[in-house]
């Protein structure tokens, strides 16, 4: 089995920074590509950000593009997520995932982490 933990969420105002980072333990996961995705109250789970194992590519959704970037360090087994100029909109609790490629779509992805709430006050 392989076991995400995420970390770094909390309470923000609008127009600062976060960085959430997931690490990844258990079983070996080759050439694995690992995601953000959050869930805001009454909502669905939303794609935030996705990235390769290469880290050569990284997709984003567009609410967040331009002011999120995923990264990934492989040694450490670690995705991060910089959130800069958050939004109110921006609360949700924040999930990570490894899934075979960087897809939009939850259902291209086998784990998932607890979650992190990430709260933006005015």
């Known amino acids: 089995q392989v076991r995400l933990v995420e970390s770094g969420g909390g309470l923000v105002q609008a127009g600062g920074s976060l960085r959430l980072s997931c690490a990844a333990s258990g079983r070996t996961l080759i050439n694995y590509a690992m995601a953000w995705f959050r869930q805001a109250p009454g909502r669905e789970r939303e794609f935030v950000g996705a990235i390769t194992f290469e880290g050569s590519t990284t997709n984003y959704a567009n609410s967040v593009k331009g002011r999120f970037t995923i990264s990934r360090d492989n040694a450490k087994r670690t995705v991060y997520l910089q959130m800069n100029s958050l939004k109110l909109e921006d609360t949700a609790v924040y999930y990570c995932?490894?899934?075979?490629?960087?897809?939009?779509?939850?259902?291209?992805?086998?784990?998932w982490g607890q979650g992190t709430q990430v709260t933006v006050s005015s």
């Open positions: 995932a490894v899934g075979g490629s960087a897809s939009y779509y939850s259902q291209f992805y086998n784990y």
